[in-house]
């Protein structure tokens, strides 16, 4: 199940992507480098932009952020907590995502992500538009994806 992140929920959801995160081997250095830009804001829960796979006993397995910016949709945060890669929740958390985006009336989406990432985002379809440097670690280029996001279908005429 997908639902909304809850504010109270903030470090966790951090930690999780943190977890997530360093579950590639980063070193402890690069891994400081990166926590601020791995951190769920209370701004964006109370946006209603950041969502969260749960288990049956509501325990957090992933978590998602839609950043809004002035000429499209971001992907700003999509984490799996280790113990649950594999499992289809990445992809879950992804075409939720999706969906709340279309609605929202933009036709693409940006990805910056992580290179153990990538061949997921391919595989979801995005296309690589360029390298771009890292939004946590100065000097550090990372692949640009763009996700493409159809127009809703339309009811059928009657």
């Known amino acids: ?3 909304a ?3 109270v929920e903030c470090d966790s959801l951090t930690a999780l992507c943190v977890r997530s995160k360093a579950h590639w081997g980063y070193d402890a250095a690069f891994m400081a480098q990166c926590r601020d830009s791995l951190r769920v804001r ?3 829960i109370l946006d209603g932009r950041v969502f969260v796979a749960v288990n049956e006993a509501d325990h957090p397995l992933g978590v998602a952020q839609i ?3 002035e000429d499209g949709a971001e992907l700003g945060l999509l984490f799996v907590d280790p113990p649950a890669m594999g499992s289809g929740i990445g992809r879950q958390l992804l075409q939720h ?3 709340v985006v279309r609605h929202a009336g933009f036709d693409a989406m940006t990805v ?3 290179p153990y990432a990538a061949s997921f985002y391919e595989r979801m379809g995005a296309k690589l538009r360029c390298m771009a440097p ?3 670690v100065p000097g550090r280029m990372l692949p640009l994806y763009e996700l493409a996001i159809a127009p809703a279908s339309a009811p059928p005429a009657r």
């Open 1 to 3: 199940m997908i639902r």
């Open 5 to 7: 992140a809850k504010l």
């Open 42 to 44: 209370p701004e964006a």
């Open 67 to 69: 950043d809004l910016v």
């Open 97 to 99: 995502v999706i969906e």
């Open 112 to 114: 910056l992500a992580d």
């Open 134 to 136: 890292s939004d946590a």
